[in-house]
């Protein structure tokens, strides 16, 4: 069975720092390129940033270039986003999800406040 | 790459038929000759989940009442009988280009 869970959101300040892991099962990690996806409350889905199968490349929204940096481990066949310098407009539902969408995880809400 | 969805907003009649269009502002053929356009759709407090991938392709699973078609920068996704389960959002997107975009979703609702 396949799962994607993801973890590590929470309440942060703004100017504050969180780290997203995504722990994936079921499929093989390593051939498949992976992404970030926001849904901010009551809006659209957003694609923030994807990495590809290796890592050696990383592509970024405008929005979060400087701020956020994807990575991964194939090793724990696990995925990351760290994120720094959170703003309000960051405040969403945090997915991880295969580049081309074809598995999700459960969402991790991350809400950036003072 | 800008994905336009029309209309954002779809009463429908049970068992009759609806259709979504996705429009992109630059065509979505790949280098490869592949065409990444891909629909999902998505209930209330869920993820979402994938309906169609390159344009055409039903995910296992998925009812075949589902259909996807269109080419260039011209999509749409038809449900020939809408059901009660067919209910919610929404969205095409497209992985062709970089950074992957998706429309502002569809608002599938019963009348």
């Known amino acids: 069975e396949v799962q994607l869970v993801d973890s590590g959101g929470g309440l942060v300040q703004p100017g504050g720092s969180l780290r997203l892991s995504c722990e994936v099962s079921?499929?093989?990690?390593?051939?498949?390129?992976m992404s970030w996806v926001r849904q901010a409350p009551g809006k659209g889905l957003e694609c923030v940033a994807s990495?590809?199968?290796?890592?050696?490349?990383?592509y970024y929204v405008d929005s979060v270039k400087g701020r956020f940096t994807i990575s991964r481990d194939n090793a724990k066949n696990s995925l990351y986003l760290q994120m720094n310098s959170l703003r309000a407009e960051d405040t969403a539902v945090y997915y991880c999800?295969?580049?081309?969408?074809?598995?999700w995880g459960q969402g991790t809400l991350v809400t950036v406040s003072s | 790459v800008v994905m336009t969805q029309s209309p954002l907003s779809l009463p429908v009649t049970l068992g009759q038929p609806a259709s979504i269009s996705c429009r992109s502002s630059?065509?979505?053929?790949?280098?490869?000759?592949?065409?990444?356009l891909n629909w999902f759709h998505q209930r209330p407090g869920q993820s979402p989940r994938r309906l169609i991938y390159?344009?055409?392709n039903r995910d296992s699973g998925v009812p075949d009442r589902f259909s996807g078609s269109g080419s260039g920068t011209d999509f749409t996704l038809r449900i020939s009988r809408v059901e009660a389960e067919d209910v919610g959002v929404y969205y095409c997107?497209?992985?062709?280009?970089?950074?992957?975009?998706f429309g502002q979703g569809t608002r599938v609702e019963i009348k």
């Open positions: 999800a295969t580049g081309e969408g074809g598995y």
């Open positions: 630059q065509s979505l053929v790949s280098s490869d000759g592949n065409t990444y």
């Open positions: 997107m497209q992985h062709t280009h970089w950074p992957h975009t």
């Open positions: 390159k344009v055409s």
């Open positions: 990495i590809v199968p290796d890592g050696s490349d990383t």
């Open positions: 079921g499929f093989t990690f390593s051939t498949n390129w």
